[in-house]
Nanobody, 121 residues
């Protein structure tokens, strides 16, 4: 199993910045893709950004140029730097990872508990 611990959410004014972190832990695992999703009240959960173990990141059009996803493979940790925040970025943000046991080719997905981001003046 993989445990995910998120941190970094909070209240910020429009135009401000926040940095989210997601630390993954587990025995005998290898993490492939890591990503951030968000869900606003009354809306479906949507992909914000994801990043493979190696290669280019992928972003939702709504956050391109403002958000940057990164990961530290040695620490199994992922970050989301959010700049120029807008009220419409207000949502619960969830990290999600695709992982497998070191001896298996079967992939699993795990979700974090979510962290609230509120952008308001």
């Amino acid at each position: 199993q993989v445990q995910l611990v998120e941190s970094g959410g909070g209240l910020v004014q429009p135009g401000g910045s926040l940095r989210l972190s997601c630390a993954a832990s587990g025995r005998d695992i290898s993490i492939t893709s890591m990503g951030w999703y968000r869900q606003a009240p009354g809306k479906q959960r949507e992909l914000v950004a994801n990043i493979p173990r190696s290669g280019s990141a992928n972003y939702a059009d709504s956050v391109k140029g403002r958000f940057t996803i990164s990961r530290d493979n040695a620490k199994n940790t992922m970050y989301l730097q959010m700049n120029s925040l807008k009220p419409e970025d207000t949502a619960a943000y969830f990290c999600s990872v695709v992982w497998r046991y070191s001896w298996s080719a079967a992939d699993f997905r795990s979700w974090g508990q979510g962290t609230q981001v509120t952008v308001s003046s």
